[in-house]
């Protein structure tokens, strides 16, 4: 007799089929036979993730365990990145080629050879990364720390800045470029549309200038025109005590290609060009230089000669200009040699008096750090005067820092329409949307400042206002980032701001200053937006009535520049206008066509004088923090 367990085992493995039976006989049909055993499914065991130098390749012979035994396997595999690897099969050995440099994830799998009833394997996967001779790896990025301070060159001493030696150790152009990779594609603005390049391709600034978008605007014009780098000591100087080489003249090329014109825009006092041997004023034009007719020098060579008279590199250079007088009808010619110049970011302050109240006026130049002092003795001094409006002058500001921006427009606005009020948030890449991935800070707005910030006054000071309720801009192409800011952030605040020019350059992005080895960068790091969320003003800020406006249209007057007169001239064209608005909101006829271009190089819209101007948004790290 079975027991009972086995009786259990008989009927799970046998189960026994009960036959009715028919009125003439019959019965039970019996047990019916096991089904066959399933096909068990192939298992290919781990592949090892693979290594290998452009053109290099590979044979891995891939193994699989299989519980049918007598079972063989047709493999299959794909690489999800053919431009960086291929693979090819032969039997159970896959063949792994780097074609270039990248990673690619090769997918495996195995079928068997039980006729109808094959299974395959589930996909297998392992990562191949190619790189190149240098070690660059499309795609792949290490943390910029591992190469900043190595460098081709290490400086020694002490840096000024830190009263500590430098921190440069000895490394190669590669080191620089890489860390240029690593750091571009952390913090870039645009860094998705950067094309990863061999850093071990070209030297430093050439690779520099391969880390940008090349994207361009839908009018054309290049997404990032504001990428540069500068010679940290030039910058410290610059941006600190406004100390640059050249002669104190800011050129204003208002026709780049012949019959060019060139014009004198404004001078710095006590410099080269207001030495009464010189004399240069605004609206002096440019006839010659060193002997090369300014207006129709037709060669390469030439207009290489005119350039390099233009923006000296060098202290102590001397050059030969012949001149034309504003007003005058006979030439001159001067010697004027180049020296080391300190900007006076603040100029031609003044009141003026008119039938509908008091005006202050004020030729605001540069967002450096001196310009904290002079802006706060200059509004004070206007406060003193009474003043019911103001006309600041924008016309040439490249930009600079963001908190003297933010100084400015509250001391325009005044407590009662600022204080405790968003004038500016940073906004960086997708990367980064919760800490700034320069300070560490926790992104937050940055609210109007109403104390002074120790760039060049004793922190934590009141600052001056006027308690105004609008505000008139002269503007032209020069008026850029930081000046940009201004308008935009008093507008955030419903501020009036009434524009008087032409259109502004479009740049509501900026950047921290950031050395290494010697050479300060200027990357795109972050867009600036107002209190209201605004920042789309990459087209620029342009007045209502220009003929062909390209950027945000303003309440205002499109007025062309003039160079007849002098600043703060009642007369002067754009100021003129100002005052005209003032009483009863209308406007001199447009210019056909606006655009004057302004620190341009003879023959080009771009070129060599960015490198000796701030043009930026720029955030001084060691002086305020954004959210301040």
């Not at 500590?164 to 594609?185: C, H, M, V, Y």
């Not at 006309?391 to 908190?403: A, E, F, K």
């Not at 955030?492 to 479009?506: H, N, P, Q, Y």
């Not at 447009?590 to 043009?615: E, F, K, N, W």
Request: hydrophobic share 35%.
């Amino acid at each position: 007799m079975m027991s009972n367990t086995g009786a259990i085992a008989f009927l799970v493995l046998f189960p026994v089929t009960l036959g009715i039976a028919a009125c003439g006989g019959g019965g039970s049909s019996g047990p019916e036979p096991p089904p066959a055993p399933a096909n068990a499914k192939p298992v290919i065991q781990t592949i090892a993730d693979q290594s290998l130098t452009i053109g290099a390749a590979a044979d891995l012979t891939v193994s699989i365990t299989d519980a049918d035994a007598s079972d063989t396997h047709t493999l299959s595999a794909t690489s999800d990145n053919e431009e960086a690897a291929t693979v090819s099969v032969d039997g159970l050995m896959l063949t792994i080629t780097g074609s270039d440099s990248g990673i690619a994830t090769v997918t495996v799998t195995a079928t068997d050879s039980s006729g109808l009833s094959n299974r395959t394997s589930d996909p297998a996967t392992f990562t191949v990364t190619v790189a190149s001779e240098s070690g660059w790896v499309r795609g792949l990025f290490e943390q910029s720390s591992v190469f900043r301070n190595s460098c081709a060159v290490p400086r020694t001493g002490i840096d000024p800045d830190t009263s500590l030696p430098f921190g440069d150790r000895q490394g190669t152009t590669l080191d620089e470029n890489n860390w240029l990779r690593s750091w571009s594609d952390h913090s870039y603005l645009w860094y998705s549309e950067i094309v990863d390049t061999d850093p071990d391709c070209c030297d430093t600034p050439t690779y520099f200038g391969l880390m940008k978008t090349m994207e361009t605007t839908p009018s054309g014009a290049e997404k990032d025109r504001f990428h540069f780098s500068m010679d940290t000591e030039e910058w410290n100087a610059l941006s600190q005590s406004g100390v640059s080489a050249g002669y104190g003249a800011r050129f204003a090329v208002l026709a780049p290609r012949p019959p060019r014109d060139i014009r004198v825009a404004y001078t710095q006092p006590n410099s080269p060009a207001t030495h009464p041997d010189v004399a240069f004023a605004r609206g002096t034009k440019i006839l010659a230089i060193d002997g090369v007719d300014a207006i129709n020098a037709p060669s390469r060579r030439e207009v290489d000669i005119l350039n390099a008279g233009l923006f000296p590199d060098e202290l102590g250079e001397t050059h030969s200009f012949t001149v034309q007088d504003a007003g005058s009808s006979t030439p001159r010619t001067v010697t004027v040699r180049s020296a080391n110049i300190t900007s006076d970011p603040v100029q031609h302050v003044r009141v003026i008096d008119t039938d509908q109240g008091t005006v202050g006026y004020m030729l605001f130049l540069d967002h450096i750090a001196t310009a904290e002092r002079r802006l706060v003795d200059s509004i004070n001094e206007l406060a003193d005067a009474g003043v019911e409006d103001l006309v600041l002058d924008l016309r040439y500001n490249g930009g600079g820092y963001t908190i003297i921006a933010n100084q400015l427009a509250y001391m325009i606005a005044g407590a009662s329409a600022a204080q405790g009020k968003v004038f500016s948030e940073l906004r960086f890449n997708d990367k980064h949307t919760t800490f700034n991935p320069v300070t560490g800070d926790i992104l937050r707005p940055t609210l109007f400042r109403t104390t002074t910030v120790g760039l060049s006054l004793t922190q934590g000071e009141p600052l001056p206002t006027l308690d105004l309720d609008r505000v008139f801009v002269l503007t032209g192409p020069g008026t850029c980032s930081a000046s940009e800011a201004i308008i935009n952030g008093l507008r955030g605040i419903d501020i009036d701001v009434i524009l008087v020019g032409e259109t502004t350059c479009g740049k509501p992005h900026g950047f921290y200053p950031t050395d290494n080895c010697g050479t300060t960068y200027f990357t795109v790091q972050f867009e600036l937006v107002n209190g209201d969320g605004f920042g789309d003003y990459a087209g620029g800020f342009t007045a209502v009535n220009a003929p062909a406006p390209d950027g945000v249209a303003v309440t205002g007057c499109a007025v062309a520049d003039d160079f007849d007169h002098g600043f703060g001239d009642t007369q002067e064209a754009r100021l003129s206008a100002a005052l005209a608005y003032r009483t009863d909101s209308s406007c001199p006829e447009p210019p056909a066509t606006t655009g004057a271009t302004v620190l341009a190089t003879v023959d080009s819209l771009q070129g060599g004088p960015l490198r000796s101007r701030i043009h930026g948004l720029t955030i001084p790290q060691d002086a305020v923090a954004p959210s301040g």
